[in-house]
């Protein structure tokens, strides 16, 4: 069994900062890439960054220069650090991990519950 759990959202205001983590645990054999999606009411989720086991990144447009990702492989945990927020990154904040289960041969993707980040004008 597999668990993704993020956690670090909170309501800010424009301007603020926040850090997000999400953890990964139980049967995992390997993990090959970890990613930040986010769903705003009435959207589709989007993504906001991706982050491979080699460490090379990918971000969603509306985030460059502001957001970074980053992870620890070693603690199978990702974080997402939010600066210059605005009030159109308001959001639930998802994350998701490509990984290999143990007694699996192959990847699959995992999400975790979610994480609510607002930010006020």
């Known amino acids: 069994q597999v668990q993704v759990v993020e956690s670090g959202g909170a309501l800010v205001q424009a301007g603020g900062s926040l850090r997000l983590s999400c953890a990964a645990s139980g049967s995992i054999v390997s993990i090959s890439g970890m990613g930040w999606y986010r769903q705003a009411p009435g959207k589709q989720r989007e993504l906001v960054a991706s982050?491979?086991?080699?460490?090379?990144?990918n971000y969603a447009n509306s985030v460059k220069g502001r957001f970074t990702i980053s992870s620890d492989n070693a603690k199978n945990t990702l974080y997402l650090q939010m600066l210059s927020l605005k009030p159109e990154d308001t959001a639930v904040y998802y994350c998701?991990?490509?990984?290999?289960?143990?007694?699996?041969?192959?990847?699959?993707?995992?999400w975790g519950q979610g994480t609510q980040v607002t930010v006020s004008s």
């Open positions: 998701n991990a490509i990984l290999q289960r143990l007694g699996i041969s192959y990847f699959d993707a995992y």
């Open positions: 982050i491979t086991f080699g460490g090379r990144t």
